[in-house]
């Protein structure tokens, strides 16, 4: 039977470091953000609070597509399906992302936010309900601390931003998204200056070499044991 990582304790999550642990306070933050969005405020500062929102949400998942989806559909039985079905949602969360930046003084930019916070927070119960409990059966504390280090180091280079035209899965997304990186770590780091620009290139660097070396260990696993 599958067990939501929601409300185990941490021992039984692998410790603080693992990935499990690392995707339920990412998670958490996030529902924080999205409550206090809700709550209503200024305009600047509710526009700040998205923009927070929106890096916290694509960086997070450019580093599950990279690293945590392609070890689950090697390692647990349905993997396919499962990753399949957050893929369509993160799908999902990109056109509508992609569509309130662009359309800043639309009337429905407040609606289309709100179906983001909707689709997030289903992505969020899937993951905890059901794939990450499937993460936590097939690896041993060891390897989910490891696939969390792997993770936070594809995290943080990833790109912030929507970028719905690149694909989901691996090599693609690297191929396509890393890139993108640059360009948009350099929005976020605004106003852009010449060492910002070379902080933000050798960021993007890091992410095709943190990108890599997950690929070689993916593509190595088979079937993991509880080691
Ligand atoms: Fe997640
Ligand atoms: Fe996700």
Redesign the pocket.
Same mark, same amino acid.
């Given at each position: 039977m599958t067990i939501s990582i929601t409300r185990r304790d941490s021992a039984a999550l692998g410790g603080n470091g693992s990935i499990l642990m690392r995707?339920r306070r990412?998670?958490a933050r996030l529902d924080t953000m999205m409550n206090r969005w809700l709550a209503g405020g200024a305009d600047d500062e509710l526009d700040a609070l998205w923009q927070d929102i929106v890096q916290l949400v694509f960086s997070?998942?450019f580093a &599950?597509e990279t690293v945590l989806w392609p070890l689950l559909r090697r390692a647990a039985p349905h993997g396919e399906e499962l990753t399949g079905r957050v893929e369509e949602e993160h799908q999902a969360i990109n056109d509508l992302v992609a569509r309130v930046e662009k359309s800043p003084d639309d009337p429905r930019r407040a609606e289309w936010i709100q179906q983001a916070f909707s689709l997030i927070r289903q992505?969020?119960r899937d &993951?905890e309900d059901e794939l990450l409990p499937r993460l936590r059966d097939e690896f041993s504390d060891r390897r989910l601390r490891w696939i969390g280090a792997a993770w936070e180091t594809v995290r943080a280079t990833a790109p912030t931003r929507p970028h719905p035209g690149v694909p989901r899965r691996p090599p693609g997304n690297a191929l396509r998204g890393v890139p993108l990186s640059v360009f948009d770590r350099l929005r976020d780091l605004a106003p852009v200056s010449g060492p910002v620009a070379r902080r933000a290139s050798s960021v993007a660097l890091g992410a095709v070499g943190a990108a890599a070396v997950v690929f070689c260990v993916v593509r190595t696993i088979r079937r993991p044991g509880r080691h």
């Amino acid at each position: 039977m599958t067990i939501s990582i929601t409300r185990r304790d941490s021992a039984a999550l692998g410790g603080n470091g693992s990935i499990l642990m690392r995707q339920r306070r990412d998670h958490a933050r996030l529902d924080t953000m999205m409550n206090r969005w809700l709550a209503g405020g200024a305009d600047d500062e509710l526009d700040a609070l998205w923009q927070d929102i929106v890096q916290l949400v694509f960086s997070h998942a450019f580093a &599950e597509e990279t690293v945590l989806w392609p070890l689950l559909r090697r390692a647990a039985p349905h993997g396919e399906e499962l990753t399949g079905r957050v893929e369509e949602e993160h799908q999902a969360i990109n056109d509508l992302v992609a569509r309130v930046e662009k359309s800043p003084d639309d009337p429905r930019r407040a609606e289309w936010i709100q179906q983001a916070f909707s689709l997030i927070r289903q992505d969020i119960r899937d &993951e905890e309900d059901e794939l990450l409990p499937r993460l936590r059966d097939e690896f041993s504390d060891r390897r989910l601390r490891w696939i969390g280090a792997a993770w936070e180091t594809v995290r943080a280079t990833a790109p912030t931003r929507p970028h719905p035209g690149v694909p989901r899965r691996p090599p693609g997304n690297a191929l396509r998204g890393v890139p993108l990186s640059v360009f948009d770590r350099l929005r976020d780091l605004a106003p852009v200056s010449g060492p910002v620009a070379r902080r933000a290139s050798s960021v993007a660097l890091g992410a095709v070499g943190a990108a890599a070396v997950v690929f070689c260990v993916v593509r190595t696993i088979r079937r993991p044991g509880r080691h």
